[in-house]
């Protein structure tokens, strides 16, 4: 059996694209394959101007039913930088204000439908409810199910009023991990009665509400031992389109993750994805493997592995979405976008959260400041704050003596001079610190991203949730006396 048009297999991949405008050998391969759908990165994205002409020349290239995405969920993980920055979900777990979720949700859609893009990968509805999980971490809005339903059905009823189609993921739950999936294939080993007490939850409450879902590369043996999630009938087909009953579009995390990369290839894993249940993979890297995932789906379409009511099913799911949320580009400029940029950072302030008794020293106070100056993008997360954002919190301040490690986890308590000075950690970089940190005795302990290295060293902390402009202004006004920081973690960090 052959495709027919109705569910050309390139209607069914998401790719990603090299550059930050679109060239003559990507606009030819996206008509030849009749590709509708773009995920964006940070490698795409200049000047807001040149991403308005990008997403403009995408939608001309790929149709009225165009589907343009990327990941803007706030916090750390925001590739359109230049827009009004949202706070973490943590950091609106912190402020736990319902209507000021659904505001920031609102005011993300805004910003995303100025510069063309019509799907957001977000709100993460995983719940952390691991401290040492690597990729999640500030990404949550908490650690109970019942918050992040609470939360991250607000932030989706914001995003979905004013326009931009949301995702929820990673079903069937990310929180509970060791491993980043990016680098190597997770194993939770939970029972279904386990993952529907906990992780399956937001889901399964969110599932009417939400239009898309995305998949996690992530093997629960209790369920499916032979294949992650994303590849699994058991969980895809069985728990989420049977049991939950869930209609909207399923779409894959990316394929070229080395969870599934390396296992399956990315020809093999788009046909089991979309055999599974999935509607659409993401298949980034170049042409060539992508038109790799595209050969395979259109060989499992000829061969009947694939059947003609699945692409029919999966494409129609697509063009309904791409119909509810279509590519436009509003004037976001003026009155609007500045008030959206002032909730940003009212929403930061809102979420800034003291430990231990935590308090700001005085400016006359002699002190001592340990940063790390520099921490690169891991690819997942945008790059950390500087040392030099650091030094500007402590602006008149009369005697501050930084002193700038390569790595501050490398930090010798031993080494640090007993002179009398206030002794400050400012955390600047996202991975947990390690034994060594039980022996840090600081005055004040400050957490500009992942908050569970509260839980790394026993010292008054105040904790931000991440490290945009709002984030950090509002830290410097605790610093100076000017705000308080009342908000409760939404995490155990005791």
């Not at 149709?63 to 916090?75: K, R, T």
């Not at 939360?151 to 993921?169: D, E, F, H, P, Q």
Request: glycine share 8%; proline share 5%.
């Amino acid at each position: 059996m052959s495709a027919t048009p109705a569910f050309q297999p390139g209607r069914l991949v998401m790719v990603d694209i090299q550059g930050k405008s679109l060239d003559a050998a990507t606009a030819a391969f996206l008509r030849e394959h009749h590709i509708r759908a773009v995920c964006l990165f940070r490698k795409n994205l200049g000047s807001e101007a040149e991403v308005r002409q990008l997403t403009r020349d995408l939608r001309e290239v790929m149709g009225p039913e165009a589907l343009i995405g990327l990941d803007q969920e706030g916090g750390s993980v925001v590739r359109a930088t230049f827009l009004p920055q949202p706070p973490s979900a943590m950091a609106l777990g912190a402020a736990g204000d319902e209507a000021l979720t659904e505001r920031v949700g609102a005011a993300v859609a805004r910003g995303l439908r100025g510069i063309g893009v019509n799907w957001n990968f977000a709100p993460v509805t995983d719940i952390n409810n691991n401290p040492a999980n690597p990729v999640i971490a500030e990404r949550s809005f908490a650690e109970t199910a019942d918050e992040v339903t609470r939360l991250a059905g607000a932030w989706m009823r914001g995003s979905l009023a004013a326009g931009v189609a949301c995702c929820i993921k990673h079903f069937p739950g990310h929180g509970d991990t060791h491993v980043d999936s990016h680098l190597d294939l997770p194993t939770v080993d939970k029972s279904r009665a386990e993952l529907d007490a906990l992780e399956l939850r937001p889901f399964k409450a969110l599932r009417e509400l939400a239009p898309s879902v995305m998949t996690a590369h992530i093997v629960y043996p209790q369920i499916d031992p032979d294949y992650p999630a994303t590849l699994s009938k058991k969980v895809l087909g069985s728990i989420l389109r049977e049991e939950l009953g869930y209609e909207g579009v399923v779409i894959t995390d990316a394929l070229m993750m080395k969870a599934i990369a390396e296992r399956y290839g990315y020809a093999r894993a788009a046909v089991l994805a979309i055999n599974a249940g999935a509607d659409m993979i993401l298949a980034q890297g170049s042409l060539e493997e992508q038109g790799q995932s595209i050969a395979a789906l259109q060989a499992a379409f000829a061969s009947g592995e694939l059947t003609q009511a699945q692409g029919e099913r999966a494409a129609a799911r697509l063009d309904a979405l791409a119909r509810a949320y279509p590519v436009v580009h509003d004037d976001y400029r003026g009155a609007q976008r500045d008030g959206d940029d002032a909730l940003m950072r009212q929403a930061w302030a809102a979420g800034l959260t003291a430990l231990r008794g935590a308090q700001a020293p005085a400016r006359s106070e002699r002190l001592r400041v340990y940063v790390q100056d520099s921490v690169p993008t891991d690819g997942v997360s945008e790059a950390g704050p500087t040392g030099a954002q650091v030094r500007a919190l402590f602006d008149g301040f009369g005697d501050v003596d930084f002193v700038a490690l390569d790595d501050i986890a490398a930090l010798a308590w031993a080494d640090v001079p007993a002179d009398g000075r206030r002794t400050i950690v400012a955390s600047t970089h996202r991975a947990r610190y390690g034994e060594q940190a039980g022996q840090w005795r600081p005055d004040l302990h400050l957490v500009l991203w992942n908050p569970f290295q509260a839980l790394d060293v026993a010292a008054p902390t105040v904790i931000t949730w991440g490290y945009a402009d709002g984030a950090l202004a509002a830290l410097r006004d605790w610093l100076q006396g000017h705000s308080p920081a009342a908000a409760r973690s939404p995490v155990t960090l005791n």
